[in-house]
């Protein structure tokens, strides 16, 4: 089992930064691969980043050049900076634990996102004018 928690989520204007960070506890010695997703109010999840100590970052195409995916594995926690936030990326952000088959495929169906393991349960983000 793995237990991931996000925080630093919060409120800022468009233009901003925001740091968000996710802890990891349990069986951190899994072998998954990190990702973040996101759900934007009325819309289906979406896959933001991901991060794999062989296989480096990917990004979707919308948030590449403004954020970035880091992770510290000393200790057990993923982080996404954020910067020049738009209106659009307001929305509920998720890490996840994927399976390394799916790692940078940052893909969800419906309600199903690709490779998923384990999901933390959220940290909002709402970016205003």
């Known amino acids: 089992q793995l237990q991931l928690v996000e925080s630093g989520g919060g409120s800022v204007q468009a233009g901003g930064s925001l740091r968000l960070s996710c802890a990891a506890s349990?069986?951190?010695?899994?072998?998954?691969?990190m990702n973040w997703f996101r759900r934007a109010p009325g819309k289906e999840r979406e896959g933001v980043a991901a991060i794999d100590t062989d296989a480096g970052t990917a990004y979707t195409d919308s948030v590449k050049g403004r954020f970035t995916i880091s992770q510290d594995n000393a200790k057990n926690a993923l982080y996404l900076q954020m910067n020049d936030l738009r209106l659009e990326d307001t929305g509920m952000y998720y890490c996840?634990?994927?399976?390394?088959?799916?790692?940078?495929?940052?893909?969800?169906?419906?309600?199903?996102?690709?490779?998923?393991?384990?999901w933390g349960l959220g940290t909002q983000v709402t970016v205003s004018s």
């Open positions: 996840a634990a994927v399976q390394r088959t799916y790692c940078k495929a940052l893909t969800c169906k419906g309600v199903n996102c690709y490779g998923v393991a384990y």
């Open positions: 349990g069986n951190t010695g899994s072998g998954y691969c």
